[in-house]
């Protein structure tokens, strides 16, 4: 073999190397990621069998939920059969494809043991609960799950300062990496119909540490699919007509959406240029049609 073969057989390897290693990071760069929301699934019936399904034949790859994950009253221990019945049975369609479940906790099922998801979370890699409140990113896509019934229920008002301080030190520690940022949650700041409005305390904890700060504020509780617009930069939209849908307005009001047909919410968050844009769409599970659609351009985490 003479010089100048040898010097490219030895080369050859290399330069597949860095070739391979450059296709690698420009598909992750490109990566998109498509995210469902749904929420208020707690109750076993023809609806919840509906939406599970209809998020099953989705291309979500990964699934938050809202919360009230059990109705009527959440889970007493990690062995309580009621979430296989009412959670792990009615979404095996979901699990089956290996799609991870990211939770938030819902009023109801602050009920009887909250602290049962937790344990149930360390036993089932699909099933993410690390705390009541946890930060996730997927790249430079930002999540923020957060405890909004401790803040609505004035008996749980102990654990409040430890999140609010948890919250401003986590945006500061992640605002130069995030671009595009989401906080999820069970309870709405407002909304154009029925629960219009939060409680104070907890109205005072998302006005001081959300809006203003996220992108995107998606909550559940009202049992609809709602786009309530934009509030100091931060767009809220509630995903709760998992099970029980009801409690929209006749008309919702101008430039608003609002409807309580059984569904769910997709994001799905590009690469265009230098900037990462959000396109959401709200689903009718009834005939899987899109029945809402916006996007929305991240600024990332703005410290106030």
């Excluded at 130069?176 to 906080?183: E, R």
């Amino acid at each position: 073999m003479n010089l100048k073969k040898r010097y490219i057989f030895f080369l050859s390897p290399i330069l597949l190397s860095v070739f391979l290693l450059s296709q690698s990071t420009n598909a992750e760069k490109s990566k998109n990621y498509s995210f469902c929301f749904v929420g208020d699934t707690g109750h076993v019936n023809d609806i919840q069998a509906l939406v599970a399904k209809s998020i099953a034949k989705s291309d979500c790859n990964i699934i938050w939920h809202t919360g009230d994950i059990v109705y009527p009253s959440g889970i007493d221990s990690e062995e309580d059969p009621r979430f296989k019945t009412n959670f792990l049975d009615p979404f095996k369609g979901i699990f089956e494809k290996e799609v991870p479940f990211f939770l938030t906790l819902g009023n109801h099922d602050y009920k009887k043991d909250p602290e049962a998801y937790l344990k149930i979370a360390k036993n089932n890699s699909l099933i993410n609960y690390p705390n009541n409140y946890y930060f996730k990113s997927f790249e430079n896509i930002c999540f923020f799950a957060l405890d909004t019934t401790i803040f609505d229920k004035l008996y749980l008002f102990y654990k409040r300062r430890e999140q609010a301080e948890w919250i401003k030190k986590t945006k500061q520690k992640n605002k130069d990496k995030c671009q595009f940022s989401v906080a999820v949650a069970h309870h709405p700041l407002f909304s154009s119909g029925d629960r219009d409005k939060a409680s104070p305390q907890l109205s005072i904890f998302l006005k001081s540490h959300v809006f203003g700060s996220f992108d995107l504020y998606i909550s559940g509780h009202n049992h609809v699919l709602a786009d309530e617009g934009e509030n100091k930069g931060t767009v809220q939209l509630i995903s709760g007509s998992g099970s029980l849908p009801g409690g929209s307005p006749v008309e919702p009001p101008k430039g608003k959406f609002n409807i309580e047909s059984p569904g769910f919410l997709k994001l799905v968050v590009k690469k265009e240029v230098n900037e990462l844009v959000g396109e959401y769409t709200f689903v009718n599970s009834s005939n899987n049609e899109v029945v809402w659609k916006k996007m929305k351009i991240g600024q990332g985490i703005r410290i106030k």
